[in-house]
């Protein structure tokens, strides 16, 4: 089993019913930063869940077949030349997230309040592919609350005005 860490707590998010909003901390800089956080603060931001991040990348995505690549082109039809295939390429291997350039730490943090253990949810993070013009960006986002409950997708994302933004996704893996 993958051991699993919290980098720099990563999340204690607030019960909706809290009167404190959920405060975002940055620790990083860059286009990978800003794709995980547009993406972790994206996902979370209606959530009552401890999140933990787990602490090196993981992707399902590794050996693509034609009709798993007819599929996700079909299900993310926007989505530009070159992009799954650096996407896979960057993929081949798993890495520690502490040695992916500007991704110094990812924090999303409430207000301390402790949530039992049947609210954690465990999520792992691939590495970024991009299209060939920088313009777009593939990451896989796993998300699991227990062995046999839990989901990916592949998420596109496009830079407009300088920040990365979510414009689709694609389900990859259920359980």
């Known amino acids: 089993m993958k051991k699993e860490i919290v980098v720099a707590a990563i999340a204690i998010l ?14 990083g800089s860059g286009d990978e930063y800003g794709i995980y956080a547009a993406v972790l603060q994206g996902d979370s931001a209606s959530s009552s869940y401890l999140l933990i991040l787990r602490d090196s990348t993981y992707t399902s995505l590794v050996n693509i077949d ?14 530009l030349e070159g992009a799954l295939t650096n996407f896979v390429a960057v993929n081949r291997n798993n890495v520690g997230m502490k040695h992916i350039p500007g991704v ?6 409430g207000d301390g309040q402790k949530l039992s ?11 970024v592919g991009y ?3 920088r313009t777009q ?7 699991s609350v227990g062995p046999l409950a839990g989901s990916g997708s592949l998420i596109l994302l496009e830079k407009v005005d300088g920040r990365w933004q979510i414009k689709a996704r694609c389900m990859t893996w259920i359980s």
Not at 104 to 109: F, G, M, P, S, Y
Not at 137 to 143: D, F, Q, W, Y
């Open 104 to 109: 110094n730490n990812l924090e999303i943090a």
């Open 66 to 79: 034609s009709v798993r690549m007819a599929y996700i082109k079909n299900c993310i039809p926007s989505m």
């Open 14 to 27: 607030v019960v909706g019913s809290c009167s404190n909003p959920v405060q975002r901390i940055e620790y």
């Open 131 to 133: 299209d060939n013009s």
């Open 137 to 143: 960006a593939l990451l896989e986002v796993g998300e």
């Open 117 to 127: 253990g049947r609210d954690t949810v465990f999520i792992t993070l691939s590495r």
